[in-house]
């Protein structure tokens, strides 16, 4: 199914210059970049969450790590939100994005939805590396070990 959608939007234009497309395949690239918004937060936000918790098992005795991580999960979950709402409602209907037909916010609003959830991503990456290096920091293992452990733990930022 991936594969499929994969090819209809690339024959769709998504990833040609503008200048270089139909109307019709702009209109479907746009409709197709939407959709591979949604789609990849929607990813992010379950693969930061899945390896959250899973660090939160392995912090079981370490209270302040709990919170980071659980501050973790609400900033993940928090972009999600507001990359999805702030995506509908840029303009009205929906539908305008790709066909013009309606009315859209300025762009700067788009641009600061894109900062939010570029600088909510890279604060997220950088705390799913730092945690698990604080977490293995002090535990009796060979140094290779402790590499590997963290590599595998920091899978999310990867």
Aim: aromatic content about 12%; glycine content about 4%; proline content about 3%.
């Amino acid at each position: 199914m991936a594969t499929s959608f994969s090819v209809k939007a690339l024959l769709a234009g998504l990833g040609r210059h503008d200048r270089f497309l139909e109307p019709w395949q702009a209109s479907s690239a746009l409709k197709f970049y939407v959709i591979w918004i949604f789609n990849y937060i929607t990813a992010l936000a379950i693969v930061k969450s899945a390896v959250c918790v899973t660090i939160l098992f392995v912090t079981s005795t370490k209270p302040r790590l709990r919170v980071a991580i659980y501050a973790l999960l609400a900033t993940t979950w928090a972009s999600f939100f507001i990359t999805i709402i702030g995506t509908l409602l840029y303009c009205r209907p929906v539908s305008t994005i790709w066909t013009g037909q309606g009315k859209c916010a300025p762009v700067a609003t788009f641009v600061i939805l894109g900062h939010v959830a570029t600088v909510s991503t890279i604060l997220t990456d950088l705390g799913l590396v730092i945690v698990p290096a604080m977490i293995l920091w002090d535990t009796q293992m060979k140094k290779q070990q402790k590499l590997q452990a963290l590599a595998l733990l920091s899978f999310a930022s990867v």
